[in-house]
């Protein structure tokens, strides 16, 4: 059984086990990625905007720097929205329309949201959805209602005082959207 999720470095209501979300029971295993530089995650996220379309969620998890707002960076310049895609923690989401014909970019960091759907259905995600990608930093046991289908990717990081860069992302995809798409791509 996992930890909890504070003994692991997570943030609040961050956790990537079963507790977290009831249909993670039936999730198929994860496809594992490791990266060893910023540039790597950034890259992870131009491949990984080449498998989403409008109407899709990804949850992204992991410990402060992990490297979820490096891979929602690459992702932005993969989908080609406009605008810089930084953390949105103190405006608590960014939405960035699209430079061509594909969807605008939702991108929230639900940090500091201690509620769960309820707290985040002032942001109108559910609106969104279905002509958007929604990205959804530290959102687990907050946005699992919005849809079955959702890309989870988890992030993990050595902890302490670490110069070290390497990072190991779990990819899972959850739901009928995710049960045939070929997610190990994203490994390169």
């Known amino acids: 059984m996992e930890a909890p999720a504070a003994a692991q470095g997570r943030g609040p209501a961050e956790s990537s086990g079963p507790a977290a979300d009831p249909s993670s029971d039936a999730a198929p295993p994860g496809v594992e990625i490791t990266v060893t530089s910023p540039e790597q995650m950034r890259e992870l996220g131009r491949r990984l905007a080449k498998l989403l379309r409008a109407g899709d969620l990804v949850m992204l998890s992991g410990e402060l720097g992990a490297g979820k707002t490096t891979l929602t960076r690459g992702l932005g310049?993969?989908?080609?929205?406009?605008g810089a895609v930084t953390s949105p923690t103190f405006v608590i989401a960014r939405v960035h329309p699209s430079l061509g014909d594909g969807p605008p970019l939702v991108h929230v960091d639900a940090y500091r949201l201690s509620g769960g759907l309820d707290e985040m259905e002032d942001l109108d995600l559910d609106v969104s959805l279905s002509d958007s990608v929604i990205v959804v930093e530290w959102g687990e046991g907050k946005v699992e209602e919005l849809t079955e289908d959702r890309l989870r990717l988890r992030i993990d990081r050595a902890v302490g005082?670490?110069?070290?860069?390497?990072?190991?992302?779990?990819?899972t995809g959850l739901g009928e959207r995710w049960a045939t798409a070929d997610v190990s791509v994203l490994a390169g």
């Open 77 to 82: 310049e993969g989908l080609g929205v406009r």
């Open 161 to 171: 005082d670490t110069t070290d860069e390497v990072r190991h992302v779990t990819v």
